[in-house]
């Protein structure tokens, strides 16, 4: 096989993997590119390696995994599945998620494109993150925050939302994945281990954050060096009070500087976009939109539009 055919290969055999760990629906998978290379004198050698990589995957045979997916699917309650996350370094992450879009009247409880997006991105930047203390802002079940803890050494992260069932979730989602969870303590700056810098693990924290009712002082007892949200435009109450936190943030002063902020988000409706640019205009926030990165590590919908603002708090 020449070279230019065995990285061809290469590249689709790790697409159906990551599809295939992370428990995607059948359709997402490239099948037509499958097709494509099955054609050619090649395509037997490739279907070898698809078919051994599923088998050394301790897990259900793929024809059996995606059958119990579509009855969890059509159940009346939703279920919880385990989906792992292929990351660059060769580790995973590994999560606890529900079945079902909506569950428990949230939609935390599952992994959207945008936090996906911004994992990405995370990726291709572990400077930003490196030596640093992460707040996150509606972390859901995790995904985003605990790729950049296993990858982009920050001294201390912070996950966070508000839904009780989420936080259980993700405080699951982290021990899972081989964190430690530090005490929810009032002042997390003043507890002795988000004072002292560990360069193998970072120290981690859950922590419920609502936005609405959270103060300016409370949030500067993080000390927050960076503050990310991945997906978290999903209608106008929530962009208020996503700016209006945003603000509170921007007095917190670190060295004499407010944090960096970074938003991620699925284009889904324009309106909605505009709509928190607009906000952010308002509160004297300045924004740009980052330049779209290049590789795609993680097995989001191809067409999705995504974005990623900077923010100058």
């Given at each position: 096989?020449?070279?230019?055919?065995?990285?061809?290969?290469?590249?689709?055999?790790?697409?159906?993997?990551?599809?295939?760990?992370?428990?995607?629906?059948?359709?997402?998978?490239?099948?037509?590119?499958?097709?494509?290379?099955?054609?050619?004198?090649?395509?037997?050698?490739?279907?070898?390696?698809?078919?051994?990589?599923?088998?050394?995957?301790?897990?259900?045979?793929?024809?059996?995994?995606?059958?119990?997916?579509?009855?969890?699917?059509?159940?009346?309650?939703?279920?919880q599945c385990h989906r792992?996350?292929?990351?660059?370094?060769?580790?995973?992450?590994?999560?606890?998620?529900?079945?079902?879009?909506?569950?428990?009247?949230?939609?935390?409880?599952?992994?959207?494109?945008?936090?996906?997006?911004?994992?990405e991105w995370a990726l291709?930047?572990?400077?930003?993150?490196?030596?640093?203390?992460?707040?996150?802002?509606?972390?859901?079940?995790?995904?985003?925050?605990?790729?950049?803890?296993?990858?982009?050494?920050?001294?201390?992260?912070?996950?966070?939302?508000?839904?009780?069932?989420?936080?259980?979730?993700?405080?699951?989602?982290?021990?899972?994945?081989?964190?430690?969870?530090?005490?929810?303590?009032?002042?997390?700056?003043?507890?002795?281990?988000?004072?002292?810098?560990?360069?193998?693990?970072?120290?981690?924290?859950?922590?419920?954050?609502?936005?609405?009712?959270?103060?300016?002082?409370?949030?500067?007892?993080?000390?927050?060096?960076?503050?990310?949200?991945?997906?978290?435009?999903?209608?106008?109450?929530?962009?208020?009070?996503?700016?209006?936190?945003?603000?509170?943030?921007?007095?917190?002063?670190?060295?004499?500087?407010?944090?960096?902020?970074?938003?991620?988000?699925?284009?889904?409706?324009?309106?909605?976009?505009?709509?928190?640019?607009?906000?952010?205009?308002?509160?004297?926030?300045?924004?740009?939109?980052?330049?779209?990165?290049?590789?795609?590590?993680?097995?989001?919908?191809?067409?999705?539009?995504?974005?990623?603002?900077?923010?100058?708090?």
């Amino acid at each position: 096989m020449a070279p230019e055919e065995n990285g061809e290969a290469a590249r689709l055999l790790r697409s159906f993997e990551r599809r295939f760990l992370a428990a995607r629906a059948l359709r997402s998978f490239p099948w037509q590119s499958l097709e494509e290379k099955l054609r050619d004198s090649s395509g037997s050698e490739l279907l070898l390696n698809i078919l051994q990589k599923h088998e050394a995957v301790h897990t259900e045979p793929l024809d059996e995994l995606y059958e119990a997916l579509a009855e969890v699917l059509t159940a009346e309650e939703p279920t919880q599945c385990h989906r792992s996350y292929l990351l660059p370094s060769g580790d995973s992450v590994t999560l606890s998620e529900s079945t079902a879009i909506v569950s428990h009247g949230t939609t935390g409880l599952v992994t959207w494109n945008a936090a996906l997006y911004l994992a990405e991105w995370a990726l291709e930047n572990p400077a930003a993150f490196t030596h640093r203390t992460v707040l996150e802002l509606g972390s859901g079940v995790g995904l985003t925050g605990l790729a950049i803890c296993k990858t982009c050494r920050p001294r201390a992260y912070i996950f966070s939302d508000c839904h009780s069932r989420v936080l259980e979730q993700l405080q699951g989602n982290v021990l899972l994945n081989g964190l430690s969870l530090e005490p929810s303590v009032t002042a997390p700056a003043q507890h002795p281990a988000f004072k002292t810098p560990d360069t193998e693990n970072p120290r981690v924290m859950v922590a419920r954050l609502d936005w609405d009712v959270v103060t300016a002082p409370q949030l500067a007892a993080f000390w927050p060096d960076i503050v990310i949200a991945a997906d978290v435009l999903y209608c106008p109450e929530t962009i208020l009070s996503l700016v209006g936190v945003l603000q509170k943030l921007s007095a917190c002063q670190k060295d004499q500087q407010a944090p960096d902020a970074y938003v991620a988000f699925t284009i889904r409706n324009p309106e909605t976009c505009q709509l928190f640019t607009t906000e952010l205009g308002r509160a004297g926030i300045l924004w740009e939109e980052l330049p779209r990165h290049d590789q795609k590590l993680f097995p989001y919908e191809e067409h999705s539009e995504m974005a990623i603002l900077k923010l100058t708090l």
